[in-house]
């Protein structure tokens, strides 16, 4: 779904239906909106949690007058925390018409707290104009993501995991590093390959001479599939190729980084690309076991 196409101040849940396990989560963003809102809105917090409570079904916990706002926030399911930040800016946006200042600016000024800790905490978030909540890319980037890490649980892949989600930790810092992103998406594959081959980095030889024959050996009573693993393993040995130009420097002074576009699209191919590197070591694994 383009940008230019989501709805405007939707909650979550409604725009991303199906949706994808949100792993982009943080007990301190959680505490930090708590607290602004404790700090900020005492005065307000029983209109808020009533209108919350209406909109959701949610009940926040409270000991005679006094809510709990901090704790609810830190327990919530996530994908209803990412409600409740439309939901909060629609109730601050009804006194849009008070005469007090403080309470007139309520809407914006959490609009622009939230917007700061989604930067801050590094989280693949975003606000639209009216506080609606979306992915940082897009839904298809982070089922990506999701996908990939789901595949990186174990031991053998602690270090591919840990390059691999720093590459989308540099994307969503602000502003984007997004040389430094490439760098580390490279550098999980690179790791990956190491252990499911003998070399000692990642390049076109390898990828063509030692990831392919790995590959292929699954596929020998295969031709047709055979063929296509061999045509997609020699675009990755190009894909490769095209990313040394950031492993490595372009010669300046001044390091070049990727335009946003591009990395997005690094990441999302190298992504692709270790998802299936980890079913090929996954396989070829369990055919040694069996024999």
């Excluded at 409270?62 to 704790?71: C, I």
């Excluded at 801050?120 to 009216?130: M, P, R, S, V």
């Excluded at 990186?152 to 590093?177: I, K, N, W």
């Excluded at 047709?224 to 002074?253: C, N, P």
Aim: hydrophobic share 40%; with cysteine.
């Amino acid at each position: 779904m383009a940008k230019q196409d989501l709805p405007v101040g939707q909650l979550f849940t409604h725009v991303y239906l199906q949706g994808v396990p949100l792993l982009q989560d943080s007990e301190n963003f959680r505490r930090r909106l708590g607290v602004y809102l404790d700090q900020n809105h005492s005065q307000q917090k029983s209109q808020l949690v009533s209108y919350l409570r209406q909109e959701t079904g949610l009940q926040v916990s409270r000991s005679g007058l006094a809510y709990y706002l901090e704790d609810f926030l830190v327990e919530v399911e996530l994908k209803y925390l990412l409600d409740l930040i439309t939901l909060t800016w629609r109730c601050f946006q009804q006194e849009k018409n008070m005469k007090s200042y403080v309470q007139r600016g309520s809407a914006f000024r959490w609009h622009q707290f939230v917007s700061r800790c989604f930067r801050e905490e590094k989280l693949g978030y975003q606000l639209d104009a009216e506080c609606g909540v979306h992915y940082f890319v897009d839904e298809e980037f982070e089922r990506n993501r999701v996908a990939t890490l789901s595949l990186l649980g174990t031991e053998r892949y602690s270090g591919v995991r840990h390059s691999f989600e720093a590459a989308y930790t540099y994307l969503d810092s602000s502003p984007p590093d997004t040389k430094a992103s490439v760098r580390s998406l490279f550098e999980s594959v690179e790791i990956l390959t190491k252990l499911m081959v003998n070399t000692s980095n990642l390049n076109q030889y390898a990828v063509k001479n030692m990831l392919k024959e790995k590959a292929l050996a699954l596929f020998t009573m295969d031709e047709v599939a055979a063929k296509v693993v061999s045509g997609m393993f020699d675009s990755l040995a190009t894909w490769v190729h095209s990313i040394h130009y950031y492993r490595h420097g372009q010669g300046q002074e001044e390091p070049v980084a990727p335009p946003i576009q591009l990395a997005v699209y690094i990441i999302s191919s190298g992504a692709a690309f270790l998802r299936w590197l980890v079913e090929i070591d996954l396989s070829t694994q369990a055919q040694q076991d069996v024999e």
